[in-house]
């Protein structure tokens, strides 16, 4: 399970972080951002890496290969 998670949508800055509290059981993160209901995104669609690192909120990337996480309205 990838520690962070992000919402898809690009005016969402909604983050989760699994890692917020350890000493609770396993929790495995709803596929909808619970603030606004968008698909939620765990891994980098470009490199397949999980997201380990907590991404920007203005341009979220990849730790790994730097790919943009969401895809932008004009591309």
């Known amino acids: 399970m990838p520690p962070f998670a992000i919402c898809s949508k690009e005016s969402c800055i909604y ?3 699994m890692q917020a509290d350890k ?3 396993f929790k495995i993160p709803s596929l909808f951002c619970p603030k606004c209901k968008s698909k ?3 891994y980098c669609h470009q ?3 999980p997201l380990f690192h907590r991404p920007g909120q ?3 990337r990849c730790g790994y290969c730097m790919a943009p996480l969401k895809e932008t309205a004009d591309g």
Do not use: A, G, K, R
């Open 23 to 25: 000493d609770s059981h």
């Open 15 to 17: 983050t989760f972080d």
């Open 58 to 60: 203005q341009d979220p």
């Open 40 to 42: 939620v995104i765990l």
């Open 47 to 49: 490199c397949y890496s």
